[in-house]
């Protein structure tokens, strides 16, 4: 019997802790991408206000599925969802943080920045259709470079990923070859390469591979000193991928709060806009308004308090415009 | 024994625990099949059953899925794996029972037993950071230039050597199993009657031959059903191989060219399938491994089973 009593005690002292602690977080659960930068500002949040952030980084569908059958406060996706499709499952929808996807290429004696590409060479090398380096269209566009000879090993993302999203998303956009033949999501069937896990699985097997291209977020190109290429923009602009082109990129996106921010922000117009940049976003649950107000605070805070340390992780913090837009979207919406 | 007629309370305890342990196994069992067949029947709907077996095609973007990439990477990099890891495997075997000095079999079988404790993840991050420069740095190049223009071999090293490639996978896979096989078959060696071997060894026969004369044939039964039961293991190995493999879902005849795997395929894409069919289709390609699973396991059960009865009379 004393057991019995040790067992109940544990117990009851087990449960008081989960309610004590229920009370206090807020859960989240998608998007693998943004994990990083959720976790710092979860760090500091904690510190300031007591509030703890869990977040599961399970990936962009898995965070949909969950705020859909709302076993979470809080979805992220980098895929943003139409607003008709937000109206039927009753989710509200806002950018939190912006990243670029950057292709990158391993070219012996070209340096990271050197290589210049548009999304038609691009959209050709991914099909196959270019299979050397040494090809006209590549050769007229680069005309101090030297290629080295070989055929052309392409890389991508073997899960699925928003990586893949927001790339298979700006060649479907720009190349009517590649909307035909492949199309956009989160995996597609690419008919040339091979498939790498991860952003680290892909910069890795780039960085081994000779004449390999990939594409990558741009925090991965940067930590791997990959040989990023510079992207010919929609105002015919030659762009490196950088802070101030990905902040261009979404300061001339025409995000609308009355469409839940829904845009994809691949082929931006402003001049020095990187063309394959994108946000990554939050769901919430309509009826859920004591737990929304919760995460709106955290993320009004990180707004707020949150740039630096989004920087520091080569994320690139939402434009003060953009931030303003939120919050009146917020506000109209009863969530603050 | 006639006091367990007389109930003792603890005792009725006891039994009902462990029943209810035991029983639990075959309800989760019956549970999962359930979920699995549950959860992929639209997809069983739309694609119907020999059609999704035969389909090489697997289009999330068209919604069109098949699983024979699939499997056929699957039972590729199994066979390959099965085909390196047994000769090693038996080697080991053979040297424990036979042929080491008693001092040695300690620390052999303690090594034997430490690479089936490593977990599969390590496995994969050695395989695609450390073997597969290797391989494509030196081995391959070294399998091309000697077997590239052989006629019909020549068909195995076509392509660029990239290691990442069905023999990577395959080479991380053997030594996965090879501690399974190794234990198993040293087990079945180890119940050949010590007096049938005395006898062989009176009779002046060497070594050699009363291996292969008298150990192999007694326990072939149960060294056979080792090897399926390691072939299960390389079935469902995932994590591992996910890293070196590469997830390209076409048929290929080249070793060195990327493949995909059914549990490579469901790690990779799982997280990240949105729409309803997609996820059921990765049900439905799980459920086809857990049928494979399931009669692989049953034929090793079948001949370690009949090893038993035959030996240990």
């Not at chain 1, 004393?2 to 309610?19: D, E, H």
Request: aromatic content about 12%; hydrophobic content about 45%; some cysteine.
């Amino acid at each position: 019997m004393k057991v019995f009593f040790k067992v109940v005690l544990v117990l009851a002292v087990m449960l008081s802790f989960a309610q004590v602690e229920a009370a206090q977080t807020i859960n989240g659960a998608g998007a693998t991408f943004p994990y990083p930068v959720y976790g710092a500002w979860a760090f500091d949040y904690e510190k300031v206000t007591g509030v703890k952030l869990n977040y599961q980084s399970i990936g962009s569908g898995g965070g949909v599925r969950q705020i859909t059958e709302r076993t979470v406060d809080f979805g992220a996706s980098d895929d943003p969802s139409q607003p008709d499709q937000l109206q039927k499952e009753k989710l509200f929808q806002f950018p939190a943080v912006i990243g670029g996807v950057v292709p990158v290429a391993n070219l012996e004696g070209i340096k990271a920045g050197q290589l210049k590409l548009d999304s038609n060479t691009i959209c050709k090398i991914f099909l196959g259709e270019i299979k050397i380096w040494n090809d006209d269209s590549i050769k007229k566009m680069n005309p101090g470079l030297k290629f080295p000879q070989g055929e052309i090993t392409v890389v991508y993302r073997s899960d699925g990923s928003g990586t893949t999203a927001i790339y298979t998303h700006y060649l479907s956009e720009t190349c009517p070859a590649w909307k035909e033949k492949v199309g956009e999501g989160k995996s597609v069937k690419y008919p040339v390469g091979i498939g790498g896990k991860g952003n680290e699985g892909v910069a890795n097997y780039v960085k081994r591979t000779k004449n390999s291209i990939g594409y990558v977020e741009f925090a991965y190109a940067q930590q791997n000193k990959l040989g990023y290429a510079q992207l010919k923009n929609k105002a015919g602009n030659f762009v490196e991928p950088s802070f101030a082109s990905f902040e261009d990129a979404a300061e001339t996106g025409d995000f609308d709060a009355k469409k839940d921010f829904y845009l994809w922000l691949t082929n931006a117009p402003g001049k020095n806009s990187w063309p394959i940049a994108g946000a990554t976003f939050i769901l919430l649950a309509k009826e859920k308004t004591d737990s929304n107000k919760n995460v709106v605070k955290f993320y009004d805070w990180a707004f707020k308090n949150g740039d630096n340390k989004a920087k520091e992780l080569i994320y690139v913090p939402l434009p003060k415009g953009l931030k303003d837009k939120i919050r009146a979207y917020w506000k109209a919406n009863g969530l603050q | 024994m006639a006091t367990t007629s007389k109930k003792n309370p603890v005792d009725t305890i006891f039994s009902f625990v462990t029943g209810a342990a035991s029983f639990t196994v075959i309800v989760l069992i019956i549970a999962i099949l359930y979920e699995l067949v549950h959860e992929s029947a639209p997809a069983i709907a739309r694609f119907g059953i020999w059609k999704f077996l035969s389909s090489t095609d697997w289009n999330p973007v068209k919604e069109s899925f098949g699983a024979l990439t699939n499997i056929y990477g699957t039972i590729l990099t199994t066979v390959l794996s099965l085909l390196m890891a047994i000769p090693v495997a038996i080697g080991i075997a053979v040297f424990v029972t036979e042929i080491s000095p008693n001092f040695l079999k300690g620390p052999i079988g303690v090594a034997i037993e430490l690479l089936a404790a490593i977990p599969s993840i390590i496995y994969g991050m050695w395989g695609l950071f450390t073997l597969s420069p290797i391989m494509s740095g030196y081995v391959e190049p070294f399998l091309k230039a000697i077997f590239e223009d052989v006629p019909v071999v020549g068909i195995l090293f076509q392509g660029t050597p990239m290691g990442i490639d069905i023999l990577t996978a395959s080479i991380i896979l053997s030594i996965m199993i090879i501690p399974f096989t190794a234990s198993i078959s040293r087990d079945s060696f180890n119940l050949t009657p010590a007096v049938v071997k005395e006898s062989a060894y009176a009779l002046g026969t060497t070594r050699w031959e009363v291996v292969r004369d008298i150990v192999i044939p007694y326990s072939k039964l149960g060294v056979f059903g080792g090897v399926v039961l390691s072939l299960g293991r390389a079935l469902g190995e995932t994590m591992a191989v996910a890293f070196v493999l590469g997830n390209n879902h076409r048929i290929t005849t080249s070793l060195f060219d990327a493949a995909a795997t059914i549990t490579v395929t469901l790690a990779n894409e799982f997280a990240e399938a949105d729409n309803d069919i997609y996820l059921s289709s990765l049900f439905y390609l799980a459920l086809v491994l857990f049928v494979m699973s399931f009669i692989t396991l049953a034929i090793a059960k079948f001949f370690l089973l009949k090893a038993e009865r035959k030996y240990s009379r």
